[in-house]
């Protein structure tokens, strides 16, 4: 019985020494596994509910023309930050930031004694001044601390508001190319992480972890700023001038479709979008408004004409009375009593509508409608900027032949101005229509290397190097000797044509006294380099006619503009024909060396100012061969 008994104690010992065998195997495993596999895991976990995070905002990429000039920069906008648990005065900390940050006392008391980790005071101590930074930081208060931050800066103003829109106060894009591509500019935060207990005391013997932030791409435009501020300067004087409802303008390089200024009317400071009614600064007119687009339309039934052979511009005539019948509806001519015999070569410098019903007619709606969807109307043009409208064509079934031959005039369509820009740029560039784009390059912002560039799109070719060409003479001849010619440009080669479209009322019908007039030029006539649109609705004070308010604008952003672009004048083009009231300009003479008493006979019609001592002329300005307006001055320096 004894001896049973000691078998059992031993088979029992046995077994508990191999369950505590087991037991101890399985926490050393368990302990192995979170020592060798867990451990990582498990010290960030500590470190993340120990660190506390002062985050830092990357700076927004610069916004930079295709020069390099900065469009939209930044600026220091520091940051006011708390971390309520080492605040040690609650109530002199709170009276300190209020006074500081002009705010109330019991709003910050709120801020340095909440129950979080880290508080941000929101809005007074978002993005404040270097000043405020400086008197915060130079009074040591435990718990407070100024994170970097900042802000955008916009070194020109208002200049190009509507295409760069602008960001919040978050740093995040909200309009504009701001938005459009925010992803990009935006860049990714960075952190200064330092450890506390949970008292929130900081643990000096752990060091603090700093993430630098990652500052977003530079975004290089293909806008010019030379041509963007000549662009700014006519809408500025024509706003003064006219006090028009709105104005656009917009230039283009037809060969790439890049964009080189654009800008618009009523406009705003991206800084101070606040101040400013949202119908202001969400409309970018040039591609979000839609209007009848009038007799620049005219282009596109020309192209489409001369693209089918149905006209001959020299040789064939046509007669206008001043109106024509079509199906039972009269369509009058701007002119009263119209034209009378011309070629259609004149049909298009006096933007005849009779002889544009003809040509459409010859078309047929098919061929029309075909050509006016080839040159891009009725979609979207495909340009990086937000908020494009695709403008208004009449469905085919609805197409009679009294909406056909409106159609062929430039009435009862509907067209955006960046539509009518690529459409005339595709007219005149041999035929290649283009999609238009505003972003150039992306940039690193520290080496300033090109990251990624944007190519120019080719999407179809519309018509051919000569109907091209007969389209820029044919424009040319609008400028020299027809309704444009308040376009031309001495010493360049211009061509365009002028529109006035009625406006449509809240009635439905065309309003009275109330167009937008515009014109559409591009030089040099022969090889085009740049393509102007300017519209100004309802300019006041005035005759509303796209020859004698836009025509003239165009023709000082195209002179102006060619010289900033280094475009060379020239001699070869057509000589204008004068209208009265004009008057010819009058071609400097040479007077180099001619004697003081000689000048007076010579330079009859200019005026004469004289500086130097001597007998005769060494240098004159303007140089000889200039031509400049009757009465204008002349200089010139006399020496020995």
């Not at 010859?362 to 891009?376: A, H, N, P, T």
Request: glycine share 10%.
């Amino acid at each position: 019985m004894r001896r049973v008994s000691q078998v059992i104690v031993k088979k029992r010992l046995v077994t508990v020494f191999f369950v505590g065998l087991i037991l101890f195997a399985v926490i050393m495993i368990r302990l192995g596994y979170v020592q060798f596999v867990l451990s990582d895991f498990l010290i960030s976990k500590a470190e993340e509910s120990w660190s506390r995070d002062i985050t830092f905002e990357p700076e927004r990429g610069k916004i930079l023309d295709t020069d390099g000039e900065v469009l939209v920069g930044n600026q220091s906008a520091p940051t006011v930050m708390v971390v309520p648990r080492q605040v040690k005065e609650p109530e002199k900390t709170a009276a300190q930031l209020a006074q500081i940050l002009n705010m109330s006392q019991d709003k910050a008391y709120q801020h340095v004694t909440k129950a979080a980790s880290i508080e941000r005071i929101h809005p007074e101590g978002r993005k404040i001044s270097e000043k405020q930074a400086d008197a915060i930081q130079a009074l040591s208060m435990p718990g407070v601390y100024i994170a970097e931050d900042s802000e955008r800066y916009y070194p020109h103003g208002a200049f190009l508001s509507h295409v760069l829109g602008f960001s919040g106060i978050d740093n995040q894009g909200l309009l504009g190319l701001e938005a459009y591509y925010d992803e990009q500019l935006k860049g990714e935060k960075g952190a200064l992480s330092f450890f506390s207990d949970a008292k929130g005391k900081r643990m000096p013997e752990m060091a603090d972890v700093y993430e630098p932030p990652v500052d977003g791409k530079d975004l290089k435009l293909t806008i010019d700023y030379k041509v963007q501020s000549i662009i700014e300067r006519e809408l500025d004087i024509a706003e003064a001038k006219y006090s028009p409802d709105g104005a656009v303008a917009l230039a283009v390089d037809p060969d790439t479709g890049k964009v080189v200024g654009m800008a618009s009317r009523p406009n705003f400071h991206p800084a101070e979008y606040q101040k400013v009614d949202a119908k202001v600064y969400n409309r970018n007119l040039p591609v979000w408004s839609t209007y009848e687009p009038g007799s620049t339309f005219k282009i596109i039934t020309l192209a489409a004409a001369l693209e089918e052979n149905l006209v001959n511009l020299e040789d064939e005539h046509f007669h206008d009375s001043g109106a024509i019948k079509v199906d039972g509806a009269t369509l009058h001519c701007w002119k009263r009593g119209g034209h009378g015999d011309q070629t259609f070569l004149e049909v298009v410098q006096n933007s005849c509508n009779p002889g544009f019903v003809t040509l459409g007619q010859r078309l047929g709606k098919d061929r029309l409608f075909v050509y006016i969807e080839r040159f891009g109307f009725g979609e979207k043009t495909g340009i990086d900027l937000e908020g494009e409208g695709k403008g208004i064509l009449f469905k085919p079934e609805n197409v009679g032949p009294v909406e056909q031959a409106t159609t062929a005039f430039g009435q009862g369509v509907s067209v955006t101005p960046i539509q009518q820009v690529m459409a005339v740029a595709a007219a005149v560039n041999g035929g290649y229509y283009y999609e238009p784009y505003i972003q150039e390059a992306w940039v690193d912002p520290v080496t300033g290397e090109v990251l990624k560039e944007n190519k120019p799109n080719m999407k179809e070719r519309v018509i051919s190097e000569d109907t091209s060409k007969q389209i820029r003479e044919a424009l040319e001849n609008v400028v020299a000797k027809g309704t444009g010619r308040g376009a031309y440009v001495e010493g360049y080669r211009v061509g365009g044509k002028t529109g006035t479209a009625q406006k449509v009322g809240p009635d439905g019908r065309y309003m009275e006294n109330n167009h937008i007039v515009s014109f559409i030029g591009f030089a040099p006539a022969d090889d085009p380099e740049l393509v102007v649109y300017l519209a100004i609705d309802n300019p006041k004070n005035t005759v509303q006619f796209g020859g004698v308010v836009a025509a003239p604008i165009v023709g000082s952003i195209m002179g102006d503009s060619l010289r900033a672009l280094g475009v060379k004048p020239r001699t070869d083009g057509l000589e204008k024909e004068y209208a009265w009231p004009e008057e010819p300009l009058v071609e400097v003479p040479n007077v180099t060396g001619l004697e003081l008493k000689e000048l007076k006979q010579l330079l009859t019609p200019l005026e004469l100012e004289v500086s130097g001592k001597g007998d005769r002329v060494i240098t004159q300005a303007p140089e000889a061969g200039v031509k400049v307006p009757s009465g204008s001055t002349i200089r010139v320096f006399l020496g020995e």
